[in-house]
């Protein structure tokens, strides 16, 4: 409970609620010294703390809700005031007085300073126009997003690692994008020469337009004031809508100075370690103060120690252990490129010697330091770090294998990978927040956390910059078998098997029966048996997805195939609540013509059916008996329309913008794009519903990025989106290539949706797929991109088969009395229709009239039908 | 007495599905109209309806084609599976398993459907 107070309650003031500043409140709440304490926090920006670090993930969908740092009732469960959009403007040290600009002034017994960095807009002309922004909050990030509507290209001052994130961001946003760097690489400050070079490669080849060596002289504006280009120091001009200055920062010490305090040579209000200025009354932390050891820290690991550290000292009048100084490792986490620095990245100790690979051809360069004892002390990863979290956990100790071993790729005679098994116990997994190897196993050990979140949550490591994760989970893996923790990755009671093994096992042995699988590969206790509703499905699926490949029909129907479908593959329609089905005919692309429009309108009116427009582009007729669903499509048939798949775990619609055929804004021909790639796709059998959607331009009309493969257009050609989703867990698709022409682009797609058909678990849309996927985006990407292993090929041929061996389900149906026989509603009754499926009417159409429940409301079902567990 | 399951000779075209009715064996339809592991609604004299199952062995259930949880004439439309060695169907609708030998929802006891027996003729 915090103590009400008084004139005579100690004070301490906050200036600045950023991330460091929300940490040192986290560290009071939990030294209770908010309980005796009066604290006040002034914050300038309209919002409390969010996460800084994850700021561009904005731009890939995370509201600034999200991004908070702020549990909504930390302030007042702690008692500690908190005045929004209110800076400190004044201080009066002799007074112990802080004024803000509202002209509240509060007397503080401490004042700790947390006022972070401004960004450095070097002083060339024009650099005030209408268009120019910075890159730090997320207002600035609101101010680029709605300037950017009305932008084609974009230019970021600053090649650096924030400013490549501002470029990954304004390409993100559809914007032909430069970068100008004064510096003769990229990154100056992380990588060396090798390594810039690598990056300019892998960069320029995404599409990002690389100058460095060269300073921006000027901003060029056109005749309304706002920015139109910029001028280079090489004479040079480059034509731009919009320029983002990510030329470095500066610690904001301006408050300090002007009350006398001590800053550094280059800025930085000067502290000892425990975090104090000159004055015993004032604290700095985070990027404002420059620390004992002379630096100032532009990462927020540092930040959060020295909120850790004057939180100590305020609490028992001097820190457990003073903070000296950090590791500055970083990782680039946009742009889909990885590059890692840690530890001494440019060897600049004594003696030290490097340990280089460098492979141009595949933008690969990873530089190790090492001393003589051979020590690691750093490095530099681009284009591969995948060994990046052990790296920076070994460094400062002797890595158990020689060092070149651990730069040279897998399959150059570079021994297994190095396990987090390797790593001594106080190693530190997640440096953002100073989490050991033995922390985490404990986590796993003692508190018995047996997920990624779990652990993420009980540990906190993972929750910052997210570098770490994918060592956590390895770690937390190794953990759960070393305790003998098995973990049953069956898809069912019948299948020891994933889902995933189970495709393989079919197309191995190219088994065609349901029931052969079972009885050879089902559990001992499900042999013989009749499975279950999980695996039959899941099965069915497997089976039509491999049809043609494993000799089985391709229609998902006949014989022993039929006993496998859900009840809506089974009738090749959708059940509703009252027993009735729901029709919807294939629209490609959601184009149609007025007589087609017609003749829906007419068989929905001549069959009493309610029609309503669906969210997919198409048009779903509801109301039909089952008896009724052949006569209903024998009529749509013969109007030239197919199967809609709105049953099957199969590809649904690929929406589309009208595009640029009439669109002022269009610039590829959106509509014909996607009614080839529904036609491709079209009948396509996967693990979970597949939907997809071409946008003619980034305004995104077609939204394609929520869906499982999106497509939108570039003046250049086509940008492909994978792994979004709506429903109930939404997830924005990441980038996965750019520019790819038609061919490139249907290439790419059709590898993308086998390999996500080979390797994902029952129900699982590619949004869950792709977050679970080893290695995530980037191995997708290389897998896709680059056939890193060399299935390409063999994918495309797949797809190919499938593309080639399409029929129509319902036209196939409808020529065979036999496959009719089953549209009845009963046996012994072939032409009654079922009298249960009754309607009443509803605003001028139909509705179920449900009959009358004995038992309570149907319970809802313990899960999503797209969750993956029963 | 005849049991609650019978085997059906699916190989004798002439043989006929019966089930008991109060006023006695009622014949619903040819064996091999039987799917093994699916199965079909048949409509009963005094207008309720009976879901009707084979399984791969060729046993056949039968149990009333209500779903009690939704109200919807659909049990039939269910996928056939065994659980700890014992036949169920599960609901289309919202997935509730019911035991097809003693009609006992496995997901909630105080649900039972009516279960009768069948033979073939
Ligand atoms: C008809 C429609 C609603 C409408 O009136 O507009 C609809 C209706 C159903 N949706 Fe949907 N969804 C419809 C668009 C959507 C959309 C929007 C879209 O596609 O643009 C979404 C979110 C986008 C997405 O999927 O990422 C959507 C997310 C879901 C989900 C959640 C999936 C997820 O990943 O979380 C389910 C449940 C599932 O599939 O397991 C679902 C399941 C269903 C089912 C199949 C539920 C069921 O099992 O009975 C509904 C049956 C429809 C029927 O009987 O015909 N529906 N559903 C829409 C049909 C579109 C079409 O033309 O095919
Ligand atoms: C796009 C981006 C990506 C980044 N990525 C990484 C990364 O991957 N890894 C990493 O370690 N670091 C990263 N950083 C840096 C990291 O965000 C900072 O190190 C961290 O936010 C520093 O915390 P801070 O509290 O010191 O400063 P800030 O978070 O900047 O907070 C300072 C706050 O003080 C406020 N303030 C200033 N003056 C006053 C005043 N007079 N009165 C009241 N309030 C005031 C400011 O408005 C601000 O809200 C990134 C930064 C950006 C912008
Ligand atoms: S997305 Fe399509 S409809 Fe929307 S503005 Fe761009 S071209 Fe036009
Ligand atoms: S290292 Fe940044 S979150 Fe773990």
Redesign the pocket.
């Known amino acids: 409970m915090p103590a009400p107070s008084t004139a005579a309650t100690p004070t301490i003031v906050l200036?600045?609620?950023?991330?460091?500043?929300q940490r040192f409140l986290e560290e009071l709440a939990a030294r209770k010294v908010t309980e005796r304490t009066r604290v006040v926090v002034?914050?300038?920006?309209p919002r409390p703390a969010y996460d800084?670090?994850a700021?561009?993930s904005y731009f890939s969908g995370r509201t600034p809700d999200e991004l908070s740092l702020t549990a909504t009732d930390f302030m007042a469960e702690h008692g500690i005031e908190l005045y929004l959009d209110d800076?400190?403007e004044h201080l009066d040290r002799a007074a112990r007085t802080v004024t803000a600009r509202s002209g509240r002034t509060f007397r503080y017994d401490t004042l700790v300073l947390?006022?972070?960095?401004y960004p450095f807009v070097p002083p060339v002309p024009g650099k005030d126009a209408r268009g120019c922004f910075v890159?730090?909050t997320i207002e600035d990030l609101l101010a680029i997003e709605e300037y950017a509507k009305s932008a084609h290209t974009g230019l970021v001052v600053g090649g650096g690692l924030?400013g490549l994130?501002a470029a990954g961001a304004l390409d993100g946003l559809g914007l032909a994008t430069h970068v100008v760097e004064f510096a003769p690489r990229l990154m100056p400050v992380q990588v060396d020469e090798g390594g810039g070079r690598a990056l300019l490669r892998t960069l320029s080849g995404r599409g990002l337009r690389v100058h460095t060596g060269t300073g921006t002289q000027e901003v060029l504006t056109g005749e309304d004031g706002s920015v139109s280009g910029v001028r280079l120091s090489d004479g040079g001009e480059l034509a731009t809508d919009l320029v983002v200055f990510s030329a470095g920062v500066r610690p904001?010490d301006a408050?300090a100075r002007a009350c006398g305090l001590g800053v550094g040579e280059r800025g930085g209000i000067t502290v000892d370690t425990d975090c104090r200025t000159g004055d015993p009354a004032v604290y700095a932390i985070?990027?404002?103060a420059q620390a004992a050891d002379g630096r100032v820290y532009?990462?927020?690991?540092p930040?959060y120690e020295m909120a850790r550290t004057a939180a100590a000292a305020i609490a028992d009048g001097t820190a457990d252990q003073g903070f000296t100084g950090a590791d500055r490792s970083?990782m680039l986490?946009l742009l889909g490129v990885d590059v890692a620095s840690f530890g001494d990245a440019h060897g600049t100790a004594a003696d030290c010697l490097d340990v280089v690979y460098a492979d141009s051809r595949a933008g690969v360069y990873k530089k190790l330091v090492v001393d003589p004892e051979g020590t690691l002390l750093g490095g530099i990863l681009v284009g591969d770090a995948e060994a990046y979290g052990t790296l920076r956990a070994l460094t400062g100790s002797k890595p158990p294998l020689a060092p070149e071993q651990l730069v040279l790729p897998a399959g150059a005679g570079a021994p297994a990978a190095l396990g987090p098994a390797a790593l001594p116990d106080e190693a530190v997994i997640c440096s953002?927040h100073n989490v050991t190897k033995a922390t985490v196993r404990g986590a796993v050990t003692e508190h018995r956390c047996g997920t990624v979140p779990e652990v993420k949550k009980c540990t906190k490591a993972g929750t910052g910059?997210g570098s770490c994760v994918k060592i956590l989970g390895q770690l937390m893996d190794a953990e759960l078998e070393a305790s003998g923790i098995e973990v049953d990755k069956g898809l069912c009671g019948c299948f020891a098997h994933t889902r995933q093994e189970l495709y393989e096992i079919v197309r191995a042995l190219r088994l065609t029966s349901y029931q052969e699988l079972l009885d050879t590969h089902g559990r001992e206790e499900a042999r013989g048996t009749d499975g279950c509703e999980t695996c039959k499905p899941t099965v069915g699926s497997i089976i039509a997805s491999l049809a043609p490949v494993i000799g089985a029909s391709g229609y998902v129907l006949d014989g022993e195939q039929a006993a496998l479908q859900d009840t809506n593959d089974h009738f090749l329609a959708n059940l509703q609540r009252n027993g009735s089905y729901s029709v919807v005919p294939r629209i490609p692309g959601g184009e149609i013509t007025p007589e087609n429009l017609i003749v829906i309108g007419e068989v929905a009116r001549d069959f009493g059916l309610y029609t309503k427009i669906t969210g997919g582009q198409r048009i779903d007729l509801f109301g039909a008996r089952v008896d009724q669903l052949p006569p209903i499509w024998a009529r749509l048939v013969d109007a030239g329309f197919e199967s809609g798949h709105a049953y099957g775990k199969a590809l649904r619609t690929v929406k589309s913008c009208v595009g640029q055929t009439w669109c002022r804004y269009g610039v590829q021909d959106s509509v014909r794009m996607a009614i080839d790639l529904e036609l491709r796709y079209r009948g396509l059998r996967a693990p979970h519903k597949l939907k997809s959607a071409v946008s003619g331009c980034a305004r995104e009309c077609a939204e394609a990025q929520s869906k499982d493969f999106g497509v939108i257009a570039t003046a250049q050609g086509w940008n492909l989106y994978v792994g979004g989703n709506g429903g109930a867990t939404p997830r924005h698709a990441d980038l996965l290539a750019q520019d790819l022409s038609d061919a490139e682009l249907v290439r790419l797609i059709d590898r993308f949706l086998m390999f996500y058909i080979r390797t994902a678990d029952r129900l699982e849309r590619t949004a869950t797929w792709l977050d679970r996927l080893e290695g995530g985006l980037d191995h997708l990407r290389d897998v896709v991109v680059h056939d890193s292993l060399g299935i390409g090929p063999e994918l495309e041929s797949l797809m190919g088969t499938h593309v080639a061996h399409y029929r129509d389900e319902w036209a196939e149906t409808l020529d065979d009395p036999d496959r009719l026989a089953r549209f009845v509603s009963f046996v012994n009754a072939p032409g009654a229709p079922d009298p249960t499926v009754r309607f009443v009417p509803e605003r001028d159409q139909i509705k179920p009239d449900l009959p009358l429940l004995t038992l309570g409301p149907p319970r809802t079902a313990a899960t999503l039908e797209g969750t993956a567990i029963r | 007495m005849t049991s609650r399951t019978a085997t059906a000779f699916g190989t004798r075209a002439v043989a006929s599905v019966q089930l008991r009715l109060e006023e006695g064996w009622f014949t619903l339809c040819p064996a091999e109209r039987l799917l093994p592991g699916r199965g079909v609604a048949a409509l009963l004299p005094d207008g309720r309806q009976v879901a009707l199952f084979r399984d791969r062995t060729g046993r056949l259930y039968a149990v009333d084609n209500r779903d009690p949880f939704s109200g919807a004439a659909v049990l039939s439309r269910g996928l056939l599976g065994h659980a700890s060695g014992r036949p169920f169907v599960a609901s289309p609708l919202l997935k509730q398993r019911f035991d097809l030998e003693s009609g006992h929802c496995l997901d909630d006891d105080t649900v039972i459907l009516t279960s009768y027996d069948v033979r073939v003729r």
């Open positions: 200036v600045g609620h950023g991330m460091v500043g002034l914050c300038e920006e800084r670090v700021l561009t800076p400190a947390a006022t972070g960095s890159y730090r924030l994130e904001r408050l985070g990027e404002c532009g990462l927020v690991a930040g970083t986490k953002c910059c």
